[in-house]
């Protein structure tokens, strides 16, 4: 055998032994200085992986749970934070009251007093308005209705409304319809519980959360306040 | 979802289109999410992998034409090694825990189907599996065990009994005769 051939031979070795995971930490980094500028060893590389990769031809599909994709999503796009603009918060926030107001108003959420008017109400909205579900309650028979005016579910998901009241995990009160509005009874349980809790939305499987507690991430919030 | 369609995809995240990432995730994830509970033989640890696998490709999108590798051998190398990376890890744990030996080396036991179980018969065998079945049985196995279960040159020694040097030339002869048989 020549000397070329024999160098040939000992590269494909090198490469397959690469392509493995077999070489030891100082080789493998060698081996992968030399890819960058030798154009036969990458090539030798690439065939190796792509024999080596026809090994997994027979490995049944498994669809992976929903959350996995939402879950790279969140860490490869997250939202922005606005923490560090306090005069954004500020803003947001009064706008958001004034909005809360104006949409509960003109969704009819919010009639005269008297039996059957909301007592409380709350403002979900995200930070940076992408989704808005105003929502009011009322007390005496544990309706909370919410009307959702921006924001929807990603396809093939579903919107869960939770219930956080101090520092006591979230319960779920449901999950939202496709449509605009919703309405929910609270469990008699939970109704002492709304004023001053938190009514969160998060992003959940199709049908909501399997382990009841939020698995996926949170797409909106809002406090709730008396009328 | 041809090859050539999965090559626009990743030259498109390429450019940090997020609708060809969602496209791609939603045509692949399910045979990569098939190799990692293959190797890893445990769905929560499968789970946190493949969320790795898609991070490393929508980060790497940009190195995949100098690889010169064909779409799913590019992606399904990624999620292989970042498969491997987890069992190894998980084995060197298991060692630090204070396993002697003996408890040691049964740990490494494969808990999934065996070489023989690996390579099904069926009228389509990719040819890679044609030529590891002219290398004698054991030295098969363990090419097939360096690439599924990730195990290393000492670990296979210890396996077949045999010096590691004497791993190293019988695997790095095995890859030769593969080769051969692969070209011809």
């Known amino acids: 055998m020549s000397a070329a051939a024999s160098d040939r ?3 494909r070795a090198l490469a397959g032994e690469y392509a493995l995971g077999l070489l030891e930490p100082d080789a493998a980094a060698a081996f992968e200085a030399r890819l960058l500028t030798d154009p036969d060893l990458r090539a030798m590389h690439a065939e190796w992986a792509q024999d080596f990769a026809s090994l997994t031809d027979d490995f049944p599909e498994v669809t992976p749970p929903a959350r996995i994709k939402a879950a790279v999503h969140d860490l490869l796009f997250p939202t922005p934070p606005r923490r560090n603009a306090l005069m954004g918060w500020v803003l947001g926030g ?3 009251a004034g909005l809360a107001v104006f949409l509960l108003m003109n969704s009819g959420l919010l009639g005269p007093s008297g039996p059957g008017a909301p007592t409380l109400t709350a403002m979900i909205t995200a930070e940076d308005g992408a989704m808005v579900v105003a929502a009011a309650f009322d007390d005496t028979d544990g309706t909370l209705n919410l009307e959702r005016t921006a924001g929807a579910a990603v396809p093939g998901r579903s919107l869960e409304l939770w219930l956080i009241a101090g520092d006591n995990a979230p319960v779920s009160l449901g999950v939202l319809t496709d449509g605009v509005h919703t309405s929910v009874t609270v469990p008699d349980a939970l109704r002492g519980q709304m004023a001053g809790g938190t009514l969160a939305i998060t992003d959940e499987p199709l049908g909501g959360s399997p382990t009841g507690g939020p698995t996926g991430a949170v797409m909106a919030t809002g406090v709730v306040t008396p009328v | 979802m041809t090859q050539a369609e999965i090559d626009s995809l990743i030259a498109r995240i390429a450019t940090g289109e997020r609708q060809a990432f969602t496209a791609l995730y939603d045509r692949t994830s399910a045979k990569l999410f098939g190799i990692c509970l293959r190797v890893l033989n445990d769905r929560g640890e499968a789970e946190d992998v493949l969320q ?18 064909s779409p799913m051998t590019w992606l399904i190398t990624i999620a292989r090694n970042a498969a491997i990376d987890r069992l190894r890890k998980r084995r060197s ?6 396993q002697d030996g003996l408890d040691a080396v049964e740990r490494l036991a494969d808990p999934a189907p065996g070489p023989e179980a690996l390579v099904v018969a069926s009228d389509e065998r990719a ?5 590891l079945d002219t290398l004698e049985p054991a030295r098969a196995e363990a090419v097939q065990r360096a690439y599924l279960e990730g195990e290393t040159y000492d670990e296979l020694a210890r396996r077949f009994a045999v010096p590691l040097n004497t791993m190293r030339t019988w695997l790095r002869r095995s890859l030769l005769k593969l080769k051969e048989c692969l070209s011809q």
């Not at chain 2, 790795?52 to 590798?69: L, P, Q, T």
């Not at chain 2, 744990?93 to 204070?98: P, S």
């Not at chain 2, 040819?127 to 030529?131: G, I, K, M, N, P």
């Open chain 1, 9 to 11: 031979d000992e590269d």
């Open chain 1, 94 to 96: 009064l706008m958001a």
């Open chain 2, 52 to 69: 790795e696998v898609f991070v490393k490709v929508w980060h790497n999108a940009k190195r995949y034409r100098a690889g010169g590798f």
């Open chain 2, 93 to 98: 744990k298991k060692e630090d825990g204070g």
């Open chain 2, 127 to 131: 040819q890679l599996a044609l030529c």
